[in-house]
């Protein structure tokens, strides 16, 4: 607890034992009530002098109003313990709203861990420390064990281990050595590192992320807003609906004043909206927290909203469902040894930066290198290098075709992308390259599915490799070989045919346009682009497609939550009302109706956040 809320418990207890005093006690007349008048004021006068406050600056029909009116309306029709009993739960009330709001708020807070508070930027041989946000792109920095790295960056010198679960929840710290990028927010574990700085600070993950946070409350879901505005207009109402029942029936049909005015009192205790005003929102705020917890970053709860609505989740395929990074999966020869084959394939790609070239290069890695003496790159078509005195083509059919090279015999498996090699004008073989497919990628599908949602994929890779992997996933749609703009039109035609909502995972800045389109956009953010990032309603932080069954998974559970609050608190709010018209008004059945009410839904709104089990949950 905060020393505020420590503060506001210890005056609850105190007003509680004055209170009990005060019933006890043979007192009569002005002693009696100034006996109540103590512990009123001890735990009221703050909301008391709330009201004052919204008054003066306009702001009139709030809770605070409902419950000085109710409470300074028992005292006047001499209701005193009443009305001190319904200020003292009211505090109880507000105490668990905020003790409830704490939670929820270090759940999401515990980001905020990340922001690093200097940098260690080497300048003219000396080593300095300033805020992150005066570090330029190429600087060199110095991390040391234990520090949390403040600028994104590539690792220029030394090698060590990095714990990186304070953004991508991943228990297991991973190893970095020069060349590798190393990401803000992380922390160094056991070396000290030289980075070269590759973005500024506001520009770094760790900004984002924060932003994202930060920003996250003022997206509000429909639900949310509804309540909000529900509450604009419903708390005058009320206010009138108990003027009018304090005075019509005495003016109009000569009932008793007391009689009236008390129950227009409890009219007022009864309707006050707390239970939805503050329950709905906290409940949402758990969720986003609860989300956090799963490495997945929510913009606003609008989103959250959206995405518990989805039936159909659609893919990226390259860096979303698969690694981005190839390997030689099959060598076919036509009259030449296989490791002959890869040796000179390897030769001529040898010099290429493509990801394919690179994959033949690695797999050849065993075999005895052969140097080219010569190279060009065809664009779009592959290399032509002279190896060993061989003069070796390798790429694809275009420039088999462009050659003059005869291909009958080729027969490649269809499962992944082929690099055709020719040696000295004879086509010699093909090498089959596939993307790698995320070990996670499976039971992420099979999660979806099993909570009765439809899969597609969306790519601008070959039809061939697309249906390979989508095969080997279980994924219900394929659209292959799409540029940027067809995936967004793809997208709409799924969208269409969909009952609920769409969500689209991508990780690439081509993915943007569609992460925008989508009815919910998540993006890859441990290696994603910026503008996928940037576009995306959602992040998941750790690159693992399962986290979006998990985020869908969070998103039900939150409205399920919000839900049961909307209707526990209309329906005892109503069962009471009725009691109280047909002469059951009592004051502290008022209290239950508002205060009991508004503590069970802030106490079921905790559950929220509680994600330990949630890979469960559907």
Same mark, same amino acid.
């Given at each position: 607890?905060?020393?505020?809320?420590?503060?506001?418990?210890?005056?609850?207890?105190?007003?509680?034992?004055?209170?009990?005093?005060? !019933?006890?006690?043979?007192?009569?007349?002005?002693?009696?009530?100034?006996?109540?008048? @103590?512990?009123?004021?001890? /735990?009221?006068?703050?909301?008391?002098?709330?009201? =004052?406050?919204?008054?003066?600056?306009?702001?009139?029909?709030?809770?605070?109003?409902?419950?000085?009116?109710?409470?300074?309306?028992?005292?006047?029709?001499?209701?005193?313990?009443?009305?001190?009993?319904?200020?003292?739960?009211?505090?109880?009330?507000?105490?668990?709203?905020? /003790?409830?709001?704490?939670?929820?708020?270090?759940?999401?807070?515990?980001?905020?861990?990340?922001?690093?508070?200097?940098?260690?930027?080497?300048?003219?041989?000396?080593?300095?420390?300033?805020?992150?946000?005066?570090?330029?792109?190429?600087?060199?920095?110095?991390?040391?064990?234990?520090?949390?790295?403040?600028?994104?960056?590539?690792?220029?010198?030394?090698?060590?281990?990095?714990?990186?679960?304070?953004?991508?929840?991943?228990?297991?710290?991973?190893?970095?050595?020069?060349?590798?990028?190393?990401?803000?927010?992380?922390?160094?574990?056991?070396?000290?590192?030289? @980075?070269? =700085?590759?973005?500024?600070? +506001?520009?770094?993950?760790?900004?984002?992320?924060?932003?994202?946070?930060?920003?996250?409350?003022?997206?509000?879901?429909?639900?949310?807003?509804?309540?909000?505005?529900?509450?604009?207009?419903?708390?005058?109402? @009320?206010?009138?609906?108990?003027?009018?029942?304090?005075?019509?029936?005495?003016?109009?049909?000569?009932?008793?004043?007391?009689?009236?005015?008390?129950? +227009?009192?409890?009219?007022?205790?009864?309707?006050?909206?707390?239970?939805? @005003?503050?329950?709905?929102?906290?409940?949402?705020?758990?969720?986003?927290?609860?989300?956090?917890?799963?490495?997945?970053?929510?913009?606003?709860?609008?989103?959250?909203?959206?995405?518990?609505?989805?039936?159909?989740? &659609?893919?990226?395929?390259?860096?979303?469902?698969?690694?981005?990074?190839?390997? /030689?999966?099959?060598?076919?020869?036509?009259?030449?040894?296989?490791?002959?084959?890869?040796?000179?394939?390897?030769?001529?790609?040898?010099?290429?930066?493509?990801? !394919?070239?690179?994959?033949?290069?690695?797999?050849?890695?065993?075999?005895?290198?052969?140097? *080219?003496?010569?190279?060009?790159?065809?664009?779009? %078509?592959?290399?032509?290098?002279?190896?060993?005195?061989?003069?070796?083509?390798?790429?694809?059919?275009?420039? !088999?075709?462009?050659?003059?090279?005869? %291909?009958?015999?080729?027969?490649?498996?269809?499962?992944?992308?082929?690099?055709?090699?020719?040696?000295?004008?004879?086509?010699?073989?093909?090498?089959?390259?596939?993307? =790698?497919?995320?070990?996670? +990628?499976? *039971?992420?599908?099979?999660?979806?599915?099993?909570?009765?949602?439809?899969?597609? %994929?969306?790519?601008?890779?070959?039809?061939?490799?697309?249906?390979?992997?989508?095969?080997?996933?279980?994924?219900?749609?394929?659209?292959?070989?799409? !540029?940027?703009?067809?995936?967004?039109?793809?997208?709409?035609?799924?969208?269409?045919?969909?009952?609920?909502?769409?969500?689209?995972?991508?990780?690439?800045?081509?993915?943007? *346009?569609?992460?925008?389109?989508?009815?919910?956009?998540?993006?890859?953010?441990?290696?994603?682009?910026?503008?996928?990032?940037?576009?995306?309603?959602?992040?998941?932080?750790?690159?693992?497609?399962?986290?979006? +069954?998990?985020?869908?998974?969070?998103?039900?559970?939150?409205?399920?939550?919000?839900?049961?609050?909307?209707?526990?608190?209309?329906? =005892?709010?109503?069962?009471?009302?009725?009691?109280?018209?047909?002469?059951?008004?009592?004051?502290?059945?008022?209290?239950?109706?508002?205060?009991?009410?508004?503590?069970?839904?802030?106490?079921?709104?905790?559950?929220?956040?509680? &994600?330990?089990?949630?890979?469960?949950?559907?």
């Amino acid at each position: 607890m905060t020393k505020r809320q420590k503060l506001t418990l210890a005056r609850i207890i105190l007003a509680a034992v004055l209170l009990a005093a005060a !019933m006890l006690l043979p007192l009569d007349g002005v002693w009696r009530l100034a006996a109540f008048l @103590v512990p009123y004021f001890l /735990v009221g006068g703050d909301v008391l002098w709330r009201s =004052v406050q919204n008054i003066a600056h306009g702001e009139i029909f709030d809770e605070n109003f409902l419950m000085s009116v109710a409470t300074v309306g028992a005292m006047f029709t001499s209701e005193y313990a009443e009305g001190v009993a319904v200020m003292l739960f009211y505090q109880v009330g507000e105490l668990f709203q905020s /003790v409830a709001v704490g939670k929820s708020r270090r759940s999401i807070a515990a980001l905020m861990d990340i922001r690093p508070e200097y940098a260690n930027v080497i300048r003219d041989g000396e080593t300095l420390q300033v805020p992150p946000e005066e570090v330029a792109v190429g600087e060199l920095i110095l991390l040391k064990p234990g520090e949390r790295v403040p600028l994104d960056g590539v690792v220029t010198e030394g090698s060590g281990s990095i714990d990186t679960a304070a953004l991508t929840g991943e228990s297991a710290p991973r190893d970095v050595s020069p060349g590798d990028e190393i990401t803000s927010g992380v922390i160094n574990l056991n070396s000290v590192l030289k @980075v070269r =700085v590759k973005s500024v600070y +506001a520009e770094s993950t760790v900004a984002r992320i924060l932003d994202m946070v930060e920003n996250s409350s003022e997206r509000k879901a429909r639900t949310e807003n509804f309540i909000t505005k529900f509450a604009r207009y419903y708390t005058p109402a @009320v206010v009138f609906s108990a003027l009018a029942l304090a005075l019509l029936p005495p003016l109009l049909a000569g009932e008793p004043w007391a009689k009236w005015v008390h129950r +227009a009192l409890v009219f007022l205790v009864v309707s006050c909206p707390c239970a939805l @005003v503050i329950s709905v929102p906290l409940s949402f705020f758990g969720g986003i927290g609860g989300a956090s917890k799963r490495g997945v970053l929510v913009k606003g709860s609008n989103y959250l909203e959206a995405l518990s609505k989805a039936d159909t989740v &659609v893919f990226d395929k390259t860096g979303t469902l698969t690694e981005g990074s190839f390997r /030689v999966s099959s060598v076919q020869t036509a009259g030449m040894d296989a490791e002959e084959l890869l040796r000179l394939a390897a030769g001529a790609e040898s010099c290429s930066t493509h990801p !394919m070239a690179r994959a033949v290069v690695e797999r050849a890695a065993s075999v005895p290198a052969a140097d *080219p003496a010569s190279m060009r790159e065809l664009a779009g %078509m592959g290399v032509e290098a002279a190896v060993e005195g061989h003069q070796v083509l390798a790429g694809n059919t275009r420039l !088999m075709a462009e050659k003059g090279i005869d %291909m009958t015999p080729v027969k490649a498996d269809g499962s992944g992308s082929a690099i055709h090699v020719a040696v000295d004008g004879k086509y010699a073989g093909t090498v089959i390259i596939s993307d =790698v497919i995320k070990p996670d +990628a499976f *039971p992420a599908v099979k999660r979806l599915r099993d909570m009765g949602i439809k899969t597609a %994929m969306l790519t601008g890779d070959r039809r061939a490799a697309a249906e390979s992997v989508a095969r080997e996933l279980g994924i219900d749609t394929v659209k292959s070989e799409l !540029m940027p703009g067809d995936k967004v039109s793809a997208l709409e035609e799924l969208m269409g045919s969909s009952h609920g909502s769409t969500a689209f995972v991508g990780d690439g800045i081509n993915d943007a *346009p569609v992460l925008t389109r989508a009815d919910v956009g998540l993006a890859m953010g441990a290696l994603g682009s910026d503008a996928a990032i940037e576009a995306a309603d959602m992040v998941l932080m750790d690159d693992n497609p399962s986290r979006v +069954a998990e985020a869908i998974a969070v998103s039900r559970r939150t409205m399920r939550i919000v839900r049961q609050n909307i209707a526990f608190a209309l329906a =005892v709010k109503a069962a009471i009302l009725i009691l109280s018209a047909v002469g059951y008004d009592n004051m502290w059945l008022a209290v239950f109706a508002d205060v009991g009410v508004a503590i069970l839904a802030i106490l079921n709104a905790l559950r929220a956040m509680d &994600v330990k089990n949630i890979k469960k949950a559907a």
